[in-house]
């Protein structure tokens, strides 16, 4: 029950100390790292989303995640959300998602920094930053609706300007060997905290790890994934096998929660080119092989020919820029399209084949002995397995690799 409203000048001076308590209770909130959310009116569709002095303007309907409060939350951008602040050390995400659709990731920043915006229309990802906060907007189809976000909280979307990640020293690249490994490895949906790499390293029976470098179906977030972390990783043993999540084929098993490939050749000239940005970002200089994840889709007809088509275009363009093309996919799709298709298609350097069958070699029924032969396999034998060692736990999908060096 509400309180009983005074008449008359009372009435009047408990009302105004009422307002005056909540605005200030709002500066309160702008000015600190708490947040909070408020739906403005029954029938707006809206509500507002406060953090770090900033409000955003948001779809009622979005979840809102206080990293502080909920540590463990994966941030995603395959789900409509908001997060507020870092994650925390052991993220609970899926050992692999994908697809790509409107999302919000504020979180602060120690970096001083004018208002500004970049836009990689090729990932579909705005960032923004200001003094003390940094924003990362995804978006799916409603390229608009983000904008209209960023707008809401002062961000000049209007001027933004095309991302383009910047090379690395060279004191913070790594060589191409770092992406050839024999043995067995793991990929996980976002890379682990410095913390854990250095327990499963000690602990586990994994030397390599896979790391989704980017792409517009990648949904897990990557608060840790930088040139610092590339380079203490390889320092301390690990190698690589970098992922890029691209568009997938209209009849994908991750279906329209994916950005399709609707125009092969140019989507898989611009994902190479996106991807080598990406990689150079991190320090892994020309040699190093990138996969291209294509998941599960039907085979035949017009899906066979642009999931060729696009994977051709990937593969000749990463040529083009010095780093080898590889491939990611099931045995039942884009394997037996590759291989029968082997005479009349420009294969990727090395395969990463997903076969589940808990068996740990680069051998497969599916591969000709003559195809992918001289150590260019990698087999993703088992998935989405919570696996635990120095009492540090992650969802991993298992991996055996046989990755050389280039030939000439």
């Known amino acids: 029950m509400s309180a009983p409203r005074l008449p008359g000048p009372a009435g009047r001076a408990a009302r105004a100390l009422a307002a005056a308590a909540a605005l200030a209770a709002c500066a309160a909130l702008g000015a600190g790292a708490p947040a909070a959310a408020r739906t403005p009116a029954p029938d707006d569709g809206t509500k507002t989303v406060t953090y770090l002095g900033r409000t955003f303007t948001v779809p009622a309907g979005w979840p809102v995640h206080d990293l502080a409060r909920e540590p463990a939350t994966c941030v995603r951008f395959d789900r409509h959300a908001v997060y507020l602040g870092a994650p925390g050390d052991h993220q609970d995400c899926p ?147 970098p992922l890029y999540v691209g568009p997938q084929s209209r009849t994908s098993s ?90 009349t298609t420009t294969l990727p350097d090395v395969i990463h084949f997903a076969r589940w069958n808990d068996q740990a070699t680069t051998a497969d029924p599916a591969l000709p002995a003559t195809l992918w032969a001289n150590h260019a396999r990698v087999h993703q034998y088992a998935g989405n397995k919570k696996e635990t060692y120095g009492g540090v736990t992650i969802n991993i999908d298992r991996n055996q690799l046989d990755v050389g060096a280039a030939t000439p």
């Open 254 to 343: 991750c279906g329209s929660a994916c950005a399709p490939i609707t125009d092969p050749a140019p989507q898989g000239r611009q994902a190479a080119e996106d991807a080598v940005a990406q990689a150079g970002a991190l320090g892994m200089d020309k040699g190093t092989v990138i996969y291209n994840d294509l998941e599960a889709y039907s085979r035949g007809g017009s899906s066979t020919t642009e999931v060729l088509g696009y994977l051709e275009a990937w593969t000749k363009r990463l040529h083009e820029l010095g780093y080898r093309s590889g491939a990611y996919g099931s045995v039942s799709s884009l394997v037996a399209d590759l291989v029968a298709n082997a005479r």
């Open 95 to 241: 050992a692999h998602a994908v697809g790509r659709t409107e999302s919000l990731w504020v979180q602060p920043s120690a970096t001083p920094a004018k208002s500004a915006v970049t836009e990689n229309r090729t990932d579909r990802m705005y960032r923004a930053t200001a003094d003390g906060i940094a924003v990362t907007a995804a978006y799916g189809g409603d390229r608009e609706g983000i904008r209209r976000v960023l707008d809401s909280a002062g961000f000049p979307v209007g001027a933004a300007r095309t991302d383009k990640p910047a090379k690395v020293p060279a004191a913070l690249t790594v060589p191409a060997l770092a992406t050839t490994h024999q043995g067995r490895g793991f990929d996980a949906c976002t890379a682990p905290a410095q913390s854990s790499m250095n327990t499963w390293k000690s602990a586990s029976p994994y030397a390599a790890i896979g790391v989704y470098i980017g792409g517009v179906n990648r949904a897990c977030a990557q608060a840790r994934l930088n040139a610092q972390w590339v380079q203490a990783q390889y320092a301390n043993g690990w190698r690589f096998f």
